[in-house]
């Protein structure tokens, strides 16, 4: 049984993205938060590198501002 979590999901994603269409974890993350990076809630948040890497190796959690604006229900 496979594990389903954040950090398998996106490794799933990156798998099946073409070589030709690879980018870094960071611009990756960028075009599936893009929605809240946009947003005003998103405006002063960065992705740093490191943290990103732990988000994607299952090291930490996503960010609690992140999962917030996605959790609220949209109108």
């Keep these: 049984m496979n594990r389903c979590d954040f950090s398998s999901i996106m490794?799933?994603?990156?798998?099946?993205i073409s070589e030709s269409n690879q980018m870094s974890q960071p611009e990756f993350l960028y075009e599936i938060f893009e929605d809240f990076m946009d947003s005003s809630e998103g405006s002063d948040f960065s992705l740093d590198n490191g943290?990103?890497?732990?988000?994607?190796?299952?090291?930490?959690?996503?960010?609690?501002?992140?999962s917030s604006y996605y959790a609220k229900p949209k109108s």
């Design 11 to 16: 490794t799933c994603l990156k798998d099946h």
């Design 51 to 66: 943290l990103v890497c732990r988000w994607m190796t299952g090291q930490a959690k996503i960010s609690p501002k992140i």
